[in-house]
């Protein structure tokens, strides 16, 4: 299954809603802006659930009063691989990922507004993870928080600077089970209300972490265990 598109308005909802139930890939290509209005209407609503691949590339994504990507990969061996080439709004979360499939996670992104998380993901079940954040990220909660939860390989955060505002800047947990390293690199300023950085690695490998500036306004400038 496959979507190519130019610029796409929801006016009433979502600007793009998306699920394949089939086997096979599923592939979404924005070469304009995509947009979501009304109380609940994402950008981009894309759901895999029967174990193909899953690749989004786009350009600009918003959404006024919720996520401007809400992207599920469930069941099967696919990967998620999620490419943004513009800034990216959402009333809710800037991107949020759910990855429950055995296949890679991979998100690569410019700027992030957004009145929740800016980028909000959960591996459940997924092998490597990497996020790359090339322009500012601005979450009202977080500005990135990552579960890896028993997936199997390692964890990657690159970024630029990163502001959560009432929680943590960047919020990092590797969990028990087969997850192998984490590693954080901000080569921006990182703030939070709480923690600037907290990172949780509970997984057999490394746990590491290079910055610029940290700031954390009623916590820890990082926290890692």
Do not use: C, K
């Not at 070469?31 to 899953?54: E, F, I, K, P």
């Not at 800034?87 to 990922?97: H, K, L, M």
């Not at 079940?125 to 979450?139: D, F, M, R, Y």
């Amino acid at each position: 299954m496959s979507v190519t598109t130019q610029t796409v308005t929801g006016l009433g909802d979502d600007g793009i809603r998306a699920a394949n139930y089939g086997t096979g890939d599923l592939t979404i290509i924005t070469q304009g802006l995509v947009s979501g209005g009304g109380a609940d209407g994402y950008g981009l609503d894309v759901g895999n659930y029967n174990g193909g691949n899953l690749s989004i590339t786009t350009q600009a994504v918003s959404s006024v009063n919720d996520d401007a990507i809400n992207v599920e990969n469930t069941g099967g061996t696919g990967s998620l691989t999620i490419n943004v080439q513009g800034a990216v709004s959402g009333g809710d979360e800037g991107i949020r990922a759910v990855q429950t499939s055995t296949g890679v996670l991979s998100i690569t992104t410019q700027a992030i507004t957004a009145g929740g998380s800016g980028v909000s993901v959960n591996n459940r079940n997924g092998t490597s993870l990497t996020i790359n954040t090339q322009g500012a990220v601005i979450g009202g909660t977080f500005g990135i928080v990552v579960n890896s939860n028993a997936g199997g390989g390692a964890a990657s955060i690159t970024t630029q600077a990163v502001t959560g505002i009432a929680g943590s800047g960047i919020y990092a947990r590797n969990a028990l089970g087969d997850s192998t390293s984490l590693t954080i690199n901000a080569q921006g300023a990182v703030s939070g209300g709480t923690d600037g950085i907290f990172a949780n690695q509970d997984g057999s490998g490394a746990l590491s972490i290079t910055t610029q500036a940290v700031t954390g306004t009623n916590g820890n400038g990082i926290n890692a265990d």
